[in-house]
């Protein structure tokens, strides 16, 4: 598989009897989703998808974070039409519709868009040290793209309450509502990856292909992003979501935060 250079390297790629590991490999930035990230995240999964030899692609991570969502240090200034988002969609179908298995394996926070990337995943196990939160109210954003994939997952009355308030979660709330499919101790996590992998490559390619087909055969994906996307960019590029991403950087309250007495 074609990978980055050392320098310029976010995510590392390990193909190894049957499972393609890709490990977001950003700790600096909290694994963010950021441009580096998105492109070598895309084509890693394109080359895993490809290869007749992976029967398993497993999403890990290096440090405490699984991934912190769009990098908001390139969603500063710029247009709708130059936010990072925008490629967004363009993950999330690309692992929403694999023919391949794609599990998820979260280890520490996931927030925003890493909750969706999790959500997009067939599988997903979480460790005990494992929190979720839909942020983007929080910060001004609207998490309209990662509805797409959330959305079918996840319970209507948790989904609301949660993409609302932007609370923290722990991966119990997480199963029970639909977003995580295993919880396990921290020390666990390893050994039960390794169970779902085995598991899931026990199945014949083809029908496990037609299978996630199946599965995935309610409303389109791909007809819901564009008008997501639209919303989805046009308040990251708003005057909320950059006071929000401001207020975020510099770990201020923004200003339409309720002032303590």
């Known amino acids: 598989m074609t990978s980055a250079t050392n320098d310029d390297r976010v995510l590392s790629v390990d193909v190894s009897a049957g499972v393609a590991r890709l490990t977001l490999d950003s700790p600096a930035n909290r694994n963010?989703?950021?441009r580096a990230m998105r492109a070598q995240l895309r084509a890693a999964l394109t080359e895993a998808f490809a290869d007749d030899a992976v029967r398993v692609v497993v999403l890990d991570h290096t440090g405490r974070v699984f991934c912190?969502?769009?990098?908001?240090?390139?969603?500063?200034?710029?247009?709708?039409?130059?936010?990072?988002v925008n490629e967004f969609p363009e993950l999330l179908e690309l692992i929403w519709n694999a023919p391949k298995p794609v599990l998820a394996a979260v280890r520490g926070p996931a927030r925003a868009g890493g909750v969706g990337l999790a959500a997009a995943c067939d599988v997903v196990v979480a460790g005990a040290a494992a929190t979720f939160a839909f942020t983007e109210v929080r910060i001004g954003v609207v998490p309209a793209v990662i509805s797409a994939v959330c959305r079918p997952r996840m319970?209507?009355?948790?989904?609301?309450?949660?993409?609302?308030?932007?609370?923290?979660?722990?991966a119990a709330t997480a199963a029970a509502g639909g977003l995580v499919d295993l919880t396990v101790p921290d020390d666990e996590v390893d050994a039960t990856v390794a169970a779902q992998v085995t598991a899931l490559a026990a199945g014949a390619?083809?029908?496990?292909?037609?299978?996630?087909?199946?599965?995935?055969?309610?409303?389109?994906?791909?007809?819901?992003?564009?008008?997501?996307?639209?919303?989805?960019?046009?308040?990251?590029?708003?005057?909320?979501?950059?006071?929000?991403?401001a207020a975020f950087r510099e770990k201020r309250p923004a200003r339409w935060v309720p002032a303590g007495d």
Do not use: C, W, Y
């Open 68 to 84: 912190s969502g769009m990098d908001l240090g390139e969603a500063t200034g710029g247009s709708a039409a130059d936010q990072g």
């Open 205 to 245: 390619p083809t029908a496990l292909a037609e299978t996630k087909r199946l599965l995935r055969s309610g409303p389109d994906l791909a007809g819901q992003f564009p008008a997501l996307l639209e919303l989805s960019a046009r308040f990251f590029a708003g005057e909320e979501g950059q006071e929000g991403i």
């Open 155 to 170: 319970l209507p009355n948790v989904v609301h309450r949660l993409m609302l308030t932007g609370e923290v979660f722990d």
């Open 32 to 34: 963010a989703l950021s």
